[in-house]
């Protein structure tokens, strides 16, 4: 399967799913990577592996996806080949002409439980919240924020002397094993269906 990856930061996520490829567990390829952020650390990893990757121009909009940059980034996808784009701390939300190039073909992941605390720093909502556990969801992407249909989710213990920093790193850890996980679900489903045909 050919993956596209949308990201604004540090691309821990990406770097998971490259490594599962590697060990063999994910039987996909990642074709492009854009992100919304040139000084982002996942553009660097990617190069550093010899990915093709792309800036999205927002036309200096702080975190608006302007319909433009939208129709730009699906036509730099299909160009790539690509058939499922994976959102991997991606800060814009991804609306119409993006959504309708790939009809249940975008997927995100979220560090909570949702539908529990959709939006930024999920992790200090939960903390904010006193809840006993959070998580991490994998889900399809739709028009809302963090509301599209869930694919896989996993919780985790929320800790009486966690802080932010200390909540969002056990969440990651539980990130890195899901999301190879999660698309190789898809990947399944998508094949199955191709199948079928
Ligand atoms: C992750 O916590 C993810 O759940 C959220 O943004 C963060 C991205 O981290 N959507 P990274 O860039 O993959 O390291």
């Known amino acids: 399967m050919v993956l596209g990856i949308l990201?604004?930061?540090?691309?821990?996520?990406?770097?998971?799913?490259?490594?599962?490829?590697?060990?063999?567990?994910?039987?996909?390829?990642i074709a492009l990577v854009l992100s919304d952020n040139p000084d982002a650390f996942i553009l660097e990893r990617a190069r550093q592996r010899g990915i093709?990757?792309?800036?999205?121009?927002?036309?200096?909009?702080?975190?608006?996806?302007?319909?433009?940059?939208?129709a730009a980034t699906a036509a730099r996808l299909k160009a790539a080949g690509v058939e499922l784009v994976c959102l991997?701390?991606?800060?814009?939300?991804?609306?119409?002409?993006?959504?309708?190039?790939?009809?249940?073909r975008i997927i995100n992941i979220h560090p909570a439980l949702l539908p529990a605390f959709p939006g930024l720093e999920a992790w200090t909502q939960a903390l904010a919240a006193g809840v006993a556990e959070t998580g991490?969801?994998?889900?399809?992407?739709?028009?809302?924020?963090?509301?599209?249909p869930i694919i896989v989710q996993e919780a985790v213990p929320v800790l009486a002397d966690d802080t932010p920093a200390t909540l969002h790193a056990r969440i990651q850890v539980l990130e890195h094993r899901l999301?190879?996980?999660?698309?190789?679900r898809v990947n399944a489903e998508m094949l199955k269906t191709e199948t079928l045909k």
Do not use: W
């Open 7 to 29: 990201g604004s930061g540090s691309g821990s996520n990406m770097q998971a799913i490259l490594d599962a490829i590697d060990a063999g567990t994910l039987d996909a390829r």
């Open 52 to 70: 093709e990757t792309g800036v999205i121009d927002c036309g200096g909009f702080k975190t608006k996806f302007p319909e433009q940059a939208q």
């Open 88 to 104: 991997a701390g991606f800060l814009r939300l991804v609306k119409c002409p993006l959504l309708d190039a790939f009809p249940r």
């Open 136 to 148: 991490c969801t994998v889900h399809f992407v739709d028009e809302g924020m963090d509301t599209g």
């Open 179 to 184: 999301y190879p996980e999660a698309i190789a």
